[in-house]
């Protein structure tokens, strides 16, 4: 019968795995951001994590969801970079930043794209959107963008409009935002380098909204992308990445008070993670972390290994023991497969997130013959005599 949750400390269940590795102790960062995401993908490693799942008011940093539909959509062909699409009232009235876009205007999607990239354009975003919509309206798309979100692991986006215009209900958290930035790098490297692109002077028609507000893509720190974001309501707000070497960090913040801060924030959010990380393996694959007690198996127990290398980010400055503990459900009926995953390694090292890790079988652990249920059956006997009655372990 499975028991419950089962833990054990780290240092209790490894021979030799570990030994001599220190845990790293560094003090979290201290945002001013009312929530901030960081992600290190590379080791998907999450650096900083602060209201992260709360649904908030994203502003122009949800116009990367309508990008990626828009992205997908080029990529299966129902859109080309040189269609020119037509300009609808709707999307002319919208105020903000724009394109300043009018119904005598049917614009390349190149230069949507880039319009809603470096120019922030709420019109842009509506021709793209009512172009793209399952009804022909911004509402229509809008319902599709939640629907999609959901589809990508987005639990905490729903979304009113296109744009980020302030609206009831037009909500995402900054982790979402951390997950979209994600694949848009990954889905769309052919895209991807708009993001980077400091100007862009559409027909030359809005000289004062040519610049990309990125504070972050001329200081020559690695960063190529990827949204700003500026409601009264949300705050100033940016989803940023940043490159160096082998290393990518992708980070959210929300609800500042001024470009200034967001500014600051960004850069310093930058130099720390690449600054006081470093990377480490913490444990080989194959090699075993654990045993775990089997159920009515031919082996009482099966070794629980990581199906490959386990290498995080952690601390680089002071050192301390690390604290860890495999968790599993046990014992586990058998049959097992070699590779099944079982428990997961678990640990906080000083001012970061609970880290999960996975530990898969080591071997394969077949039914026990009939001389294994007949034992398995007395020792369940025993252990009722000896606890008394009414007891189950």
């Known amino acids: 019968m499975t028991k419950p949750l089962r833990t054990a400390a780290l240092s209790t269940l490894t021979a030799g795995l570990l030994m001599g590795f220190s845990a790293l102790s560094a003090s979290a960062f201290d945002t001013r951001a009312k929530a901030a995401y960081v992600l290190d993908t590379k080791t998907d490693t999450v650096l900083l994590d602060k209201n992260a799942k709360e649904p908030l008011p994203p502003a122009s940093m949800s116009k990367l969801m309508t990008l990626y539909i828009a992205f997908e959509a080029l990529r299966d062909g129902r859109l080309t970079l040189d269609e020119r699409l037509p300009v609808s009232q709707h999307a002319m009235s919208y105020k903000g930043s724009t394109m300043f876009l009018n119904t005598q205007d049917r614009v390349r999607v190149e230069d949507l794209l880039r319009g809603i990239i470096v120019l922030s354009g709420n019109d842009a975003c509506v021709v793209i959107a009512e172009a793209l919509s399952p009804d022909g309206t911004e509402a229509g798309f809008a319902r599709y963008m939640t629907r999609r979100a959901r589809d990508m692991g987005m639990e905490n986006s729903t979304f009113a409009n296109s744009n980020g215009w302030p609206a009831i209900g037009h909500r995402m958290s900054v982790q979402d935002l951390a997950i979209l930035a994600e694949r848009l790098i990954e889905d769309f490297p052919e895209y991807y380098p708009m993001f980077a692109e400091t100007e862009f002077a559409f027909d030359g028609r809005a000289p004062s909204n040519t610049r990309n507000r990125n504070p972050l893509l001329r200081l020559d720190i690695g960063a190529d992308g990827l949204k700003t974001g500026h409601t009264e309501e949300a705050g100033f707000g940016l989803v940023g990445s940043a490159q160096q070497k082998d290393r990518r960090v992708i980070f959210v913040l929300s609800g500042l008070g001024s470009t200034r801060a967001r500014a600051e924030e960004a850069e310093s959010v930058v130099n720390w993670s690449f600054r006081q990380f470093a990377e480490k393996t913490i444990a080989t694959a194959g090699t075993p972390v654990a045993q775990a007690e089997v159920w009515m198996g031919a082996r009482a127990s ?48 000083e001012g970061l997130p609970e880290m999960r890790l996975p530990l898969v079988a080591e071997d394969d652990v077949s039914v026990g013959g009939f001389p294994v249920r007949v034992m398995t059956a007395a020792n369940v006997l025993i252990k009722r005599f000896l606890n008394g009655p009414g007891t189950e372990e």
């Open 302 to 349: 099966v070794g629980l290994v990581p199906a490959k290398d386990m290498n995080i980010l952690l601390p680089a400055l002071t050192r301390n023991e690390l604290q860890a503990e495999v968790v599993y459900s046990g014992p586990i009926r058998a049959p097992i497969a070699k590779g099944d995953q079982l428990a997961e390694l678990v640990f906080q090292p």
